[in-house]
């Protein structure tokens, strides 16, 4: 299975539309969304194109493609308008006998850690910052932001196919891997 994972859209349209043609492009198989979709939180200016009635309009129309933990800008309201669960803390995916523990990083992160065993991977956005880092028991990862990324870091996402993750800039170059 191909996934296409993603982080803090914050309500932009521009980087909503450019997050599902890379998704189109890569043909990815489902879309993994690590939270904050529709609003730009009180930290953060307003992103290029902020209008989360139509970000939540371009979801809606893929909601049967979509996998989605809670950011901390997620509400129950966030969930009255989009057809797609949102509000769970966490989710699990298992690949090549590790766990993907999937989470927005605002709970659960490196210094405050879920229950992984040796070679899980913990994947979280919320930093806005692209990491891959190997610890002794674990892999943290994070695919940066789709429309505020931060430290100088490209509009992207991540790609997971076949035992490997590839960071890539919303115009598809990569510009870093993992492979499992």
């Not at 509400?75 to 769970?88: G, H, R």
């Not at 913990?122 to 028991?137: A, D, K, N, S």
């Not at 994070?142 to 115009?171: Q, T």
């Amino acid at each position: 299975m191909k996934l296409l994972i993603a982080s803090d859209i914050h309500g932009s349209a521009y980087y909503c539309r450019k997050l599902l043609e890379a998704y189109e492009k890569e043909r990815a198989d489902k879309l993994v969304l690590l939270g904050d979709i529709l609003y730009h939180g009180p930290r953060n200016d307003l992103p290029k194109e902020y209008a989360p009635k139509e970000v939540l309009a371009l979801l809606n129309a893929r909601k049967e493609e979509i996998l989605c933990v809670r950011g901390n800008c997620d509400t129950e309201v966030d969930q009255m308008v989009l057809e797609f669960p949102i509000l769970a803390d966490y989710g699990f995916l298992y690949e090549r006998g590790r766990m993907i523990f999937l989470t927005h990083g605002h709970i659960f992160h490196e210094r405050h850690l879920p229950m992984l065993k040796k070679g899980d991977i913990l994947l979280h956005g919320h930093t806005h910052v692209p990491v891959c880092r190997e610890h002794e028991q674990y892999v943290y990862m994070n695919p940066g932001s789709v429309s505020i990324p931060k430290e100088g870091s490209a509009h992207g996402y991540m790609l997971y196919e076949d035992g490997r993750f590839c960071w890539k800039a919303l115009e598809g170059e990569v510009y870093m891997e993992y492979t499992l």
